[in-house]
Structure formats: C-alpha cells, structure tokens
C-alpha cells in the first residue's frame, strides 16, 4: 500500500505493457559500448529489457522515490554496470552540470511522472532551471533535461502525453525539439494500452529522437507520425497497412502556429490554418465567462430535472427579472426582489439553450463576485451582449448557442464579432463539421479554449453567402423557440456551403 501511495504522490505509472517497452527499447539502436541513462526507474521494466539485450549494459538510473530506489537496488545489485542513485533528474547537481557542457549518455528511455504535484518551493526553482517552459507539468522538463543529457547523436525514446504537441503552453518544449533534435518518429495511441490505470490523458506518445547540433539538418529532417492504433501489438509493425502514417519536415511544423504538430488526414486543413489570413480571433473577441466562487449559494435553477439541477435551489418565478437589458449600470447590480437573471452554462446544444439557469444578481451579491478571491468577474464588458457561446468542453463534436444579451459562465468561451452582423454566420459556423475538423487539429483535445478558437481560420462571407447562411440560421432559431423539431437539410445545405468555402 505503501508503494502505492508513493506512485501516486510521484504520478509514477509504471510501463507493464511488453509490447510498449519492446518498441520503445528497439527504437534505441542499442550498441554495446552506450552509455545509457534511466531518468526515473520505477520498477526497472526498461533495465530489465535492456539487460536482456546486453547483460553488461552501462546504465545510470535515477529514482526518486525511496521505495522503488530501494526495490530497485535490491533487483539489480549482481549487475555491476548498473547504477542506481536515488535522486531528482529536475534538481541534482551532476545532472545539471552534465545537461549543460553537451551531454554524457548515448541513449535515454523512459516513461516520466505526468503531472506530479510540486510544492511551491520546489516549483519555484524549476521555474528559475527551466524558465521558458511550463514548469506544473513535469513530462516537458524531463524531456528538456534529457534532450540535454544527450551526447550530439544520441538517441531518446519517452512515453508521453500527446498534449505537447499542441497546447499553447508547451511551445517552447516543440520548439527545443524542432531545433535540437531530429524526431525519428512518433507513434500516438490511446492511454488505455495501459489497463488498469487512469494518466488523466485520453492519448498518450511515444516520441524518439536523436540529438543533433546541426539547426539546418534538423529542420530539414523527415519524420513519421504514426496513429489509429487498435491494439498495442501493432507496435511491434509500425508499417501496418491499418495504421495511419504521417510524414512532416520538421521547418513546416516549426512555421505552424505555436509551432504545434498540425495532424490531419486532409493537408488542406493544415495549409487553412497557416496560410488563411484571417483568423476567428482577428474578427470576435474570444474571452472567458463569470464564475460567482460559490454556485451553491448564487445559482438556481427552474426544474431539478436539469443535468446536475438537483444540487441546486428552485429559482421563484417572481425573482427573475425579465428587463435587466434596460436596467442602468447593470453591471453594479440590482436592487429590490426581481434580482435573479438567466445564465448561459456550457453544454453540448446547438443553435439555443433553453434556459434553466439563473444567477443572483443583487448588489450584495455582485459586490461579493467582485471582491471574492475565488469568484472571476472577468470580461465584464462582455457581459449582457450579443454573440456566440461555445463550451469550453465538448463532447465529440464542436458545438455553438446564441448569448442573446445574457450573462455566461466561465464555462463558455463568448465569441463577440466586432461586425455584429457576423453573428448568426458564426453561430452557424461552430456548429459546423469543418470547424470541428479545423479545432481539433488545432488541438486534439476535448477542450476549446480561447487561445484555440482565436486560431481558427476565418473567411470572411461576401454579402450574398452572409445573408444566405444568416437567413437559414434564423429559420433554425425559430423553429427552435417554437419547440418543433427545424428542417436538417437547413443544416445540411450551410454545412455544404462551408465545405465551399473552406475548400475541403
């Protein structure tokens, strides 16, 4: 039990699938005479396999936690040539030094702890090692400092998540990797290869590289994207005709946006999202909603039969105010009892929400969002206008409703177009198919942040396309407010018409 507590204090999930530690060990090109580093050891799955290849193998090992460093001194002390210090790859001293005069080790492998928690102190010195990367999630600085523990030409294979490739926040990680190294390849596949055990990561990677201080060899290099795994077997043949093979030179995905690996079935999305001028975030202002620190208390509802209503109080009718959009300096609040107002949460409905939510909206009440360290009175000019509301987390697809001059949660991303006229256009278009095609290459996740839908590629409509698709959406509105089911060719045909104007 006590190892157990340990693992997940470290975020130390072990590799115990043999096809994983099989693939990632062949891809080392393991000679005799390497010197070969383990960064975070666990329970010694990658030295057991490497030893089985060369029992004389010289490996260094790291390991953090006292029980699997004792566990592991235990396993392998008839092994000479094999070290073992229990110690932190991120601060030791030796490691530091060796990462910053060109690197000791000819090959490095490892699956490291993903987003272990770090207390504050140590927190604030990884920021001060590792300054331009983000120092809460811990995967980037094993790389970086391994990236470094490198011999020029040396060899590393890590088990990762796939959230490098895309987030915002691990630019500068793409770009060390970009310029630095040579990828050899990357094989990407669902974190539920590993039973038994949840990452917190829907997908996870595993990427090989080789160290390289030629910048124009780098970004001159050809590496393959590997993905649509079904079963962990495949990796023993990464040439699989059922697999999905990718091949990028490293300079386009450096000239991507964030430098993010753009993958896509269809390479016309890829050159949209570089090369159209436009983007969302050039037309809309993209920001994040109101948070009142305590839902509990603020928030009501108008029927437990909502999704989770039941958590919260019914809403009297006769506190609803129907005419805060004429009420003076409503961002202070209200007086008097009519003091609840209609809030847009996330949610996967297209075209409308119908409302159920309300938050309240007295004076007392906003002077508490206002001071209250855990509430997010945030964007406020943004509050009670006309736009587009897109949640922050989406199901399968990409989905968008109208704020129609209502507050919105910070579960919303609210899109404001600055030509008000463009609204019902971008309502029609995030609800689109190729608008899901294009977010979810910008970023594969679940998530739609702002900083994400600002990158979407826009094209602006010319006035005959504008008025048709704004035509259309309102007829879907209003079938909507009526409560009858609208017409899905309606759809269908906008669908199409995006599909023309995107080109794919």
């Avoid at 331009?132 to 590393?156: D, M, P, S, V, W």
């Avoid at 490098?164 to 290869?193: G, Y």
């Amino acid at each position: 039990m006590v190892m157990i507590q340990e693992a997940r204090k470290y975020q130390a999930f072990y590799t115990k699938s043999t096809p994983i530690v099989d693939y990632m060990v062949s891809k080392l090109s393991l000679k005799n005479d390497d010197k070969i580093f383990e960064p975070c050891g666990g329970d010694g799955v990658f030295i057991e396999t490497i030893l089985d290849v060369n029992e004389f193998a010289n490996i260094d090992v790291c390991e953090l936690n006292e029980g699997a460093f004792n566990i592991l001194q235990n396993k392998f002390a008839k092994y000479s040539t094999v070290h073992i210090r229990q110690c932190d790859t991120l601060l030791d001293n030796d490691l530091i030094f060796n990462s910053n005069f060109g690197g000791v080790y000819d090959k490095i492998i490892a699956n490291p702890p993903y987003g272990a928690w770090q207390d504050y102190d140590k927190r604030d010195k990884l920021k001060k090692l590792f300054p331009n990367l983000y120092a809460k999630e811990t995967y980037a600085l094993f790389l970086f400092r391994c990236i470094e523990l490198l011999k020029n030409g040396g060899i590393l294979s890590f088990i990762i998540p796939d959230t490098f490739l895309n987030l915002h926040t691990h630019k500068a990680i793409r770009q060390h990797i970009l310029t630095k190294t040579k990828v050899v390849e990357l094989a990407l596949f669902p974190s539920s290869f590993f039973p038994g055990v949840n990452f917190g990561y829907a997908n996870l990677s595993i990427i090989t590289l080789q160290k390289s201080d030629n910048k124009n060899e780098n970004l001159n290099n050809q590496f393959r994207v590997v993905n649509s795994f079904t079963n962990v077997e495949q990796l023993s043949d990464t040439t699989d005709k059922q697999l999905k093979t990718f091949s990028f030179l490293q300079s386009e995905v450096l000239a991507n946006p964030d430098h993010a690996f753009l993958i896509s079935d269809n390479s016309k999305v890829a050159l949209a999202i570089n090369n159209t001028k436009l983007k969302v975030g050039d037309i809309a202002n993209c920001v994040t909603g109101f948070y009142s620190g305590d839902d509990k208390t603020f928030l009501q509802v108008n029927s437990t039969d909502l999704k989770n209503g039941k958590n919260y109080a019914l809403v009297d009718a006769n506190s609803i105010n129907r005419d805060y959009q004429n009420i003076p300096n409503i961002l202070d609040g209200i007086e008097g009892e009519k003091h609840f107002l209609p809030i847009v949460k996330g949610g996967n409905i297209k075209y409308l929400k119908p409302e159920g939510w309300f938050m309240n909206w007295s004076k007392e009440a906003v002077k508490h969002y206002k001071t209250d360290k855990k509430a997010r009175f945030q964007n406020p000019q943004f509050y009670f206008k006309f736009g587009v509301g897109v949640p922050m987390i989406s199901s399968a697809s990409i989905t968008a409703s109208l704020i129609e001059n209502k507050l919105f949660d910070q579960s919303i991303v609210g899109i404001f177009p600055k030509d008000e006229a463009l609204t019902y256009y971008l309502l029609a278009f995030f609800n689109s198919p190729i608008c899901n095609t294009i977010i979810r290459t910008i970023n594969p996740s679940a998530n739609n942040p702002a900083n994400y839908i600002k990158k979407i590629p826009f094209i602006m409509p010319d006035e005959k396309n504008l008025k048709t698709i704004t035509s259309r959406v309102k007829e879907i509105l209003s079938s909507i407010k009526a409560n009858t089911m609208y017409d899905e060719r309606i759809e269908t045909d906008i669908h199409t018409l995006f599909k023309t104007l995107y080109g794919f």
